[in-house]
């Protein structure tokens, strides 16, 4: 069975420093990755995905993700982190095949911006 | 530009009441998913839909029925709520095939059970 797994609960970090949270998952096939973020009282919202290609996608609000087979890790980093930032991050697997393809969720990483 | 409506937005039931969660999306997408979530356990599939006419469990499906009444809708039923099922829920739904399976979740539905 997939896992994912965030071993940061909780990060906190200065407004302008550069931001790293890890993801590591589980899965005997490609993986169909994703990173989502989680504004307070909010849905998820798609930050980036990899499906296959390009190791390093780019996602949205200046966001990206390095695909690293053999650390079996999907870590997504921002150079410059904004206020605006702080929110909670999932990062989530999809099975490969045609079924179910439903996503298999990490426990989530809370991001703190200090001033 | 509505993609994933859920009703209500927050509910409060007694021990043993029931209650539907309404999904709905405009998207055209043919998979739906019901998720919870609790802290620190991420969210948790519930119950999806691959296409209309077809439901199948997922990891936490006990205390839960679903209907997938069309196209657009599918819904999350508590028969008999319990405390333990107090939670925030999600409905997604995604378009599947070779390089989709991307997934638009709704703003959730706030449960508490007394």
């Known amino acids: 069975a997939q896992s994912v797994t965030q071993p940061d609960i909780h990060i906190t970090v200065s407004e302008g420093a550069s931001l790293e949270l890890r993801c590591n998952y589980s899965y005997g096939a490609t993986p169909y990755l994703f990173w989502y973020v989680q504004s307070p009282g909010q849905g998820l919202q798609l930050l980036l995905k990899?499906?296959?290609?390009?190791?390093l996608v780019q996602g949205i609000k200046g966001f990206e993700a390095e695909f690293k087979r053999s650390q079996s890790s999907f870590n997504l980093r921002k150079p410059s982190v904004h206020w605006s930032d702080a929110a909670e991050y999932f990062c989530?697997?999809?099975?490969?095949?045609?079924?179910?393809?439903?996503?298999?969720f990490g426990s989530g990483t809370r991001l703190q911006v200090q001033p | 530009n509505a993609g994933v409506t859920q009703t209500p937005k927050f509910q409060v039931l007694k021990t043993g009441q029931s209650m539907t969660l309404q999904c709905a999306q405009d998207?055209?997408?043919?998979?739906m998913y019901w998720y919870r979530q609790d802290p620190g356990m991420g969210l948790r599939l519930i119950y999806y839909s691959a296409s209309e006419g077809t439901t199948d469990k997922g990891e936490v499906p006990n205390g839960y029925n679903v209907s997938r009444l069309n196209k657009r809708e599918f819904s999350l039923r508590l028969e008999s709520a319990a405390p333990s099922q107090t939670s925030v829920y999600f409905c997604?739904?995604?378009?599947?095939?070779?390089?989709?399976?991307?997934?638009?979740f709704g703003a959730g539905t706030r449960l508490s059970v007394l």
């Open positions: 990899y499906f296959s290609g390009d190791t």
């Open positions: 997604a739904s995604s378009e599947v095939g070779r390089k989709q399976n991307i997934q638009y």
């Open positions: 998207m055209n997408h043919n998979s």
């Open positions: 989530a697997v999809a099975s490969g095949d045609t079924g179910r393809r439903a996503l298999t």
